[in-house]
């Protein structure tokens, strides 16, 4: 199911704390499920002062987590371990919001959840988890997959050891800053996650 979120048109329809809160729930949801969203791809930024594009692959909002698939071999998950802290920055430009999330990272092998994401992807998704690891250093261009699989759907046999190569990264998120860009003045608004869970909100000059 296709989830829709206008627009902004006017400052005024975030006169209220929670009216910001409500939208940026909005847009994490439809950013996790439209693959067309300008916010399904954004970049996760770990505690080595490293960036990446990510897909989001699910949003939990009452968990407050964002679910992203990578290789255990990549190299932002050293660093993940080591310090879970992390940052993930969205942008709409059409609707001319940014949202700023910060919260802590877990790499998750042989979960419930990453089974499940496992089993619920295709055979050609599963085949980006083949091969040599993120990173390695080759002798010519290469997209580091055996080449009998070069341009080929690899049978559920040949993905056996792929398994191994796949995690879920894990974000729950703690703080959030929204951004609008009004031309009649900016908004700004951010928001924490107290110990009781709920979200507590105050305007900030943008
Ligand atoms: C549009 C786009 C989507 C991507 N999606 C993912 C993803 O879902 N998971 C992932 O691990 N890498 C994804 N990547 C690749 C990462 O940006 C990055 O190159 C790779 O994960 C290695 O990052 P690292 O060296 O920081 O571990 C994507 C790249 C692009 C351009």
Not at 40 to 47: L, N, Q, R
Not at 99 to 126: H, K, Q, Y
Request: hydrophobic share 40%.
């Amino acid at each position: 199911m296709l989830f829709v979120v206008a627009p902004p048109t006017s400052r005024r329809m975030f006169d209220q704390l929670d009216d910001v809160h409500v939208d940026l729930t909005n847009r994490l949801i439809r950013a996790a499920r439209d693959r067309r969203s300008p916010m399904h791809t954004p970049a996760v930024v770990t505690s080595d002062v490293d960036a990446r594009t990510m897909v989001l692959r699910e949003f939990d909002s009452q968990a407050w987590t964002l679910r992203f698939h990578t290789d255990t071999r990549a190299p932002k998950v050293a660093p993940i371990e080591a310090d879970p802290r992390v940052a993930v920055l969205f942008y709409d430009k059409g609707a001319k919001i940014q949202i700023r999330a910060r919260g802590t990272a877990a790499i998750l092998r042989d979960a419930e959840v990453t089974r499940s994401a496992w089993e619920n992807g295709s055979n050609f998704a599963r085949r980006c988890y083949m091969g040599d690891g993120p990173g390695v250093a080759a002798d010519t261009p290469t997209s580091g997959l055996p080449e009998e699989l070069e341009g080929t759907e690899p049978t559920d046999e040949q993905l056996q050891p792929a398994w191994e190569n796949f995690a879920v990264l894990l974000v729950t998120l703690r703080e959030l800053d929204w951004l609008y860009l009004a031309h009649t003045g900016h908004v700004r608004a951010q928001f924490a996650q107290g110990d009781s869970g709920a979200w507590e909100g105050r305007w900030v000059s943008p």
